[in-house]
T-cell receptor
Framework: AQTIHQWPVAEIKAVGSPLSLGCTIKGKSSPNLYWYWQATGGTLQQLFY??????VESVVQLNLSASRPKDDQFILSTEKLLLSHSGFYLC??????????FGKGTRLTVV | GDSVTQTEGQVALSEEDFLTIHCNYSASGYPTLFWYVQYPGEGPQLLFRASRDKEKGSSRGFEATYDKGTTSFHLRKASVQESDSAVYYC????????????????FGKGTLLTVTP
């Protein structure tokens, strides 16, 4: 069975501090990987996608970056957090043209 | 660009009530439509999807029918339970924007369903 694990579960960070969020997908080889962001009370918005190791495409520019250092790992980061980065970050995976499966998310609060 | 509109931001029902959540979409191509459910502190889970006009998706007593004519995919359930309380999202993926690489989902704003016993 496929599992998707995100870390950390929650973070409280100061404005201007760096951030690194991660997720690992087990049980699937070479999945498409995605980062979604959900502002508090808002809808889900795709930020990045990756179809292979080392290749990441940005969908929305939010002063964040993403990397895929391994086939089963996806990292979201920034060197300088803004208040507007607060929200719920979701990692997701899919096989090409099939359903998207989401992780449990990371709640980020920037203060 | 693609968009999904959910009319109801919040719906409050009693157990055994009938549920309708309205979803209308706008897409340049021929999208696949989805309903996702999200429980507090969790990621969204797929309820079901539909890919063709007049196709009905269903799961756990929920159902929706793809209507290309009215560009709608309304979620219905005949008798809700307290355990159905969650946020429901309508979403689409346009095949023209998902050409084998980015299976991008465009979500509506979500509908918070609260069911009281």
């Amino acid at each position: 069975a496929q599992t998707i694990h995100q870390w950390p579960v929650a973070e409280i960070k100061a404005v201007g501090s760096p951030l690194s969020l991660g997720c690992t997908i087990k049980g699937k080889s070479s999945p498409n990987l995605y980062w979604y962001w959900q502002a508090t009370g808002g809808t889900l918005q795709q930020l990045f996608y990756s179809i292979t190791v080392g290749q990441v495409e940005s969908v929305v520019q939010l002063n964040l970056s993403a990397s895929r250092p391994k086939d089963d790992q996806f990292i979201l980061s920034t060197e300088k957090l803004l208040l507007s980065h607060s929200g719920f970050y979701l990692c997701a995976w899919s096989l090409p043209r099939l359903e998207v499966f989401f992780g449990k998310g990371t709640r980020l609060t920037v203060v | 660009g693609d968009s999904v509109t959910q009319t109801e931001g919040q719906v409050a029902l009693s157990e055994e009530d009938f549920l309708t959540i309205h979803c209308n979409y706008s897409a340049s191509g021929y999208p696949t439509l989805f309903w996702y459910v999200q429980y507090p502190g969790e990621g969204p889970q797929l309820l079901f999807r539909a890919s063709r006009d007049k196709e009905k998706g269903s799961s756990r007593g929920f159902e929706a029918t793809y209507d290309k004519g009215t560009t709608s995919f309304h979620l219905r359930k005949a008798s809700v339970q307290e355990s159905d309380s969650a946020v429901y999202y309508c979403a689409l993926s346009d095949r023209r924007n998902s050409g084998g690489s980015n299976y991008k989902l465009t979500f509506g704003k979500g509908t918070l369903l609260t069911v009281t016993p």
